[in-house]
């Protein structure tokens, strides 16, 4: 194994970023992540990389984009901007030339000639770019083999081991061909060889399906090295059970082109569990090789000792081959928290090996800088889930930072990064995370490295969040997620912190050290506050103003507080956005206004959410709530047919509120589900979810009710700054589930004796 000279061991490694950029085929439909996410039309996105002052990008001149009616016809203007850009801004390309796909309309993966086509298109890419010195032919070969010829996923669609065997071959021997191309113009072009390399673990009884799956995973960089010859060991399933040529395998060896950088793209979920009990486990996780049956899970969700983790695949790689390895994507769509855990998590574990074994770890490349589109389905069906990535696209302007562009900067430029979220495990690493029974990875288990952690209180010394309201709805909720996402906080009800008095809030402030406040108490009935209006407030403007003060003056605290739809009259009669004129017409919206103007005033960076009438599963005080309780007892329900608002699930509103707090987020932000509808509408929506008669619903003028405080006959919700929420219509059926689940979780829970 080659070693790496003083100067390269002692450096720590680079940091790459890379935009998601798969064009992959389902049926005749070309899925397209570049446009998707809009990066194809903002050339100012490439600025926003220097930002993050990485020293290289993993960027798409992709066959499909660029020459889909053949190399002569290709349109390079797109790639030539873009490129010139990256070399103003010193940023060095590593150019991907197909990332998922296969290829334009005249080929495909099974195509005999698919390695020469591709590598015309290589020398054409080389001769207009010659001082482009890093590709990627072909992204995850064995991946995008499996997921099109082998599962069917992708085009061509294929469920058998000899076109995915096939579809294998012809990527890899594209990229040698490819290499070679290129190679002609630029004598010292680099290979840098990406892969999917998570291993796979299993009961006894499956170890030899196991063992399989993890010698298959190295089967892209062993035939580009030259390895997979007679003596290999899966030579016999290539080529008696998947019908390879000896002399289409014995080519590699021929013509090695061994990569000069290896890439391993590592995902939590890559890891898998194969378990021959397939009765602990739902139906769409079971499968088979024709020899045992078994369902096939995420190895996080069930191994009791967790996952082998970015520092083994490492260290295989590199003693596999001894070549340089880097990972070439760390992504995880999860919450802000988490993504910034996974990033470190990986980091730490490049940074340890070059320094404690030698290794030579290039990178560690921040993937899917603009986020990603429906993954979720494996690129299956256009659903529209956006995961944010260092940046999120939502919005009209310019892609907005999130909580792990900081953080980047900072691994660039210093190689470490302090966050008080940081201080937590990663689901990955707490206990919670076992769907299933858990079992040993191994015949002797041991001691489980994901033990859980503190989730309430400040937990292991780690600096709290402070959330105020703890009698509330929001309050409850937002402790809850904070316990879920592994994230410190402290819920303090008035006994333990009077937001209206300064001694009081100091004297919090001082005991708990918080790093952020999120203020969710407050005076809440709207009709009560026309009689009680010194009492509002008190609650609702003072107190969040005395908060701000407080915060401002010691510095590094971070304040959310929450206001109202109730601060607009209505007479817009379209969503009001952030922008628009308040205008409340009642005690309670005046007091709401006031606390915005005063929080802001006092503190700028303060952020101040605006949202809407909450439901939720997690208390019985809400209006769907009420509504389904009422129709299961078969009564009448009356709801007004002239008011319109923008429902909020307060779960959403508390994780979209936390990933804004950890973003930095500031000023005015409207946080409510996309979507308008009455109160009455709501009401037969509630009923048609729940299998109730809709009919015991009475849409009534609001004017039959009799309320002391004026409301507003529109108050829908919308945002100028990003859409963050999941749509009414998506939180209503997940609102259901959650109903629904209740009573089976909590005979589970009594059976259990938990």
Known sequence: MSTPNRETRDARPEVWAGAECTVNRVGEDYFDQLALGGHDARLADLDLLASLKVTAVRYPVLWERTAPRGVERADFTWADERLARLRELNLRPVV???HHGSGPLETNLLDAAFAEKLARYARAVARRYPWV????????????????????????????????ARALVNQCRAVVLSMRAVREVNPEARLVQTEDLGKTYSTPQLAYQAEFENERRWLTCDLLTGRVTRAHALWDYLTKSCGVAADDLLWFADNPCPPDIVGINHYLTSERFLDHRRARYP???????????YADVEAVRVCAEGLSGPRVLLREAWKRYGLPVAVTEVHLGCTREEQMRWLK???DAACALREE???????????SAFGSHDWHNLLTRAEGRYEPGVFDVRGAGAPRPTALAPMVRALSERGAYEHPALDGAGWWRRLER????????????????????????????????????????????????????????????RADMDIADARSVASAL??????????????????????????????????PAVLARECARRGGVALVTFSSDLVFDGAKRAPYVESDAPAPLNVYGRTKLAAERGVLAAMPDALVVRTSAFFGPWDEYNFVTAVVRALARGERFAA???????????PDLAHATLDLLLDGGRGVWHLANAGETTWAELARRAAALFGYDARLVDALPSSSFARPAARPLYTALASERASLMPTLEDALGRYAREREERPRARAARAQSGD
Not at 357 to 367: C, I, K, M, S
């Open 96 to 98: 991907g030339l197909v």
């Open 133 to 164: 010195a890093d590709y990627t032919p072909v992204n995850e070969p064995l991946t995008t083999a499996r997921f099109s010829a082998l599962y069917g996923h992708w085009y061509p669609h294929a469920r058998d081991p000899r076109p995915f």
């Open 283 to 293: 139906a769409h996780t079971h499968g088979g090789n024709g020899r045992d049956a």
């Open 345 to 347: 998590e990986v980091w």
């Open 357 to 367: 074994e030698g290794a030579d770890v290039r990178a560690v490349t921040v993937w």
């Open 434 to 493: 076992l769907c299933y029974p858990p079992v040993a990875r191994r015949s002797s288990a041991r001691k489980a490295s994901a033990s859980g952690v503190a989730h309430s209180g400040a937990g292991g010394g780690s600096r709290p969040i402070l959330i105020t309201g703890a009698t509330g709805t929001l309050g409850r909720a937002l402790a809850r997620v904070c316990r879920a996402r592994g994230l410190a906080y402290e819920l303090l009800a």
């Open 510 to 543: 001082d005991a708990y050290e918080p790093w952020a406040v999120v203020n969710a108490a407050g005076y809440v009935r709207v009709d009560d506050a026309e009689v009680d209006a010194e009492r509002c407030a008190r609650e609702n403007a003072e107190g």
């Open 640 to 650: 007004a047919s002239d008011e319109t608002v923008s429902p909020t699930y307060v």
